[in-house]
């Protein structure tokens, strides 16, 4: 039966004040970011690097999110389910609540990011070179985490529109949306982890 497991990594203590959970893409594992904990090098942030629970169809090691090869979506419900439950389980183990946790994540990981992570109260929400896999519905109420969208004008794996797309539909719910392009492909560079450190600071650290 698919689950999550998950690499942790808490390079200032073992109790962290906040959490950074980071998902990675389709055909990664959960090895694809564990660099991240040192290059943010946030004092007070524990970190969790979780595999997605499906096997890879093509990528020796690689793991899925869910189906991309084809229209489907094949295995979206379950992550949805399965990422739900194990952020809220989070708490639990590390004694960080949710609105002291972010979610981070690249490509598909990001894709899940923008879906599961604006259900939960978490302090705030980052897409690396991500997309919409659903069309967001307004809801009564609703108080979404701040939300950062990064994006490489030369991703020609996730196209620029993608992302353009996913802001525009996500500030029409109300979703507080800070939205940044780069000179980059689909991949994460340091120009923009630097802007994603300086969000977490303004957005979580500073918060308190």
């Known amino acids: 039966m698919p ?30 970011f564990v660099p ?16 997605a629970p499906f096997t890879h169809f093509q990528v020796p090691g690689g793991k899925a999110w869910y189906a991309l090869e084809n229209k489907e979506f094949t295995g979206l419900a379950e992550s949805r389910r399965l990422l739900f439950d ?14 002291q946790t972010v979610l981070a994540g690249f490509s598909q990981g990001g894709a899940m990011t923008l879906d599961v992570g604006l259900t939960l109260p978490l302090a705030a929400v980052c897409s690396f070179s991500g997309y919409l ?4 519905q307004p809801q009564e109420k609703a108080a979404f985490p701040p939300t950062m969208i990064i994006h490489g004008k030369q991703d020609f794996v996730v196209p620029l529109q993608a992302a353009i797309k996913a802001r525009d539909e996500l500030t029409k719910i109300g979703v507080n949306v800070k939205y940044q392009e780069f000179d980059m492909a689909h991949e994460v560079q340091e120009p923009a982890i630097a802007l994603f450190k ?4 303004e957005q979580v650290i500073n918060r308190d």
């Open 133 to 136: 896999h659903y069309q967001p």
């Open 198 to 201: 300086q969000f977490l600071i």
């Open 3 to 32: 689950n999550i497991e998950a690499i942790s990594a808490m390079p200032n203590g073992d109790n962290p004040t906040y959490l950074l959970v980071v998902l990675h893409g389709w055909g990664a594992n959960y090895q694809d």
């Open 86 to 99: 194990w952020l809220n389980s989070l708490e639990a183990s590390t004694g960080v609540p949710l609105n």
């Open 36 to 51: 991240f904990a040192k290059v943010l090098n946030l004092d007070g942030f524990g970190y969790f690097f979780p595999n």
